[in-house]
């Protein structure tokens, strides 16, 4: 029987979103990190994620490349929800018998070539290859920018980085 290969990018953390490719780089699907509130705070509902994931991987094999995210300890419910998201993601992919690769912004980044480039570059760039996904906020900043969503042009990138790394 054959299984769907898909690549995953997740951009783990409340701004974060998840991009799944086709094996041939069409996208198939792309959505925010659920959240939910608690007490006076946002973060990441780590259960309706899992419920999401699990409703896109089941069925497919592929790779899951997930942002790796170091960051000091200053802020520990964030701190908290990121590194939950993060460990949600990667258990749940293991368990779907998905390869699982970890890996920093740089690297992705200098896999695709744009080391050292800004946001709105890379936003500019997944709007290019993914002009269907709704990556923009439809809103313009000071400088007459079109916002966008960076979690979703992140997770794009991410599956970019791991479908030319990981095949």
């Not at 799944?20 to 608690?38: A, C, K, N, T």
């Not at 409703?55 to 929800?81: Q, T």
């Not at 709007?127 to 960076?150: F, Q, S």
Request: proline fraction near 2%; glycine fraction near 8%; aromatic fraction near 6%.
């Amino acid at each position: 029987m054959y299984s769907e290969r898909i690549f995953v990018g997740i951009d783990p953390g409340k701004k974060g979103a998840i991009a799944i490719l086709r094996e041939d780089g069409s996208l198939l699907d792309l959505f925010d990190m659920p959240l939910e509130r608690f007490e006076k705070i946002t973060r990441v509902d780590v259960i309706m994620m899992a419920e999401k994931l699990a409703r896109a991987l089941v069925g497919k094999i592929g790779i899951v490349a997930i942002e790796h995210i170091h960051m000091p300890a200053n802020d520990a419910i964030r701190d908290f929800s990121l590194d939950s998201s993060y460990r949600v993601a990667l258990s749940l992919a293991e368990s779907l018998g998905f390869k699982v690769v970890s890996v920093r912004r740089q690297e992705w980044k200098k896999s695709l070539g744009i080391k050292g480039v800004d946001k709105q570059r890379c936003s500019e760039l997944a709007v290019r290859l993914y002009p269907e996904a709704k990556i923009t906020t439809g809103r313009r900043n000071k400088h007459g920018e079109l916002g966008v969503k960076d979690g979703r042009t992140n997770s794009l990138l991410i599956a970019i980085s791991g479908m030319h790394n990981c095949k």
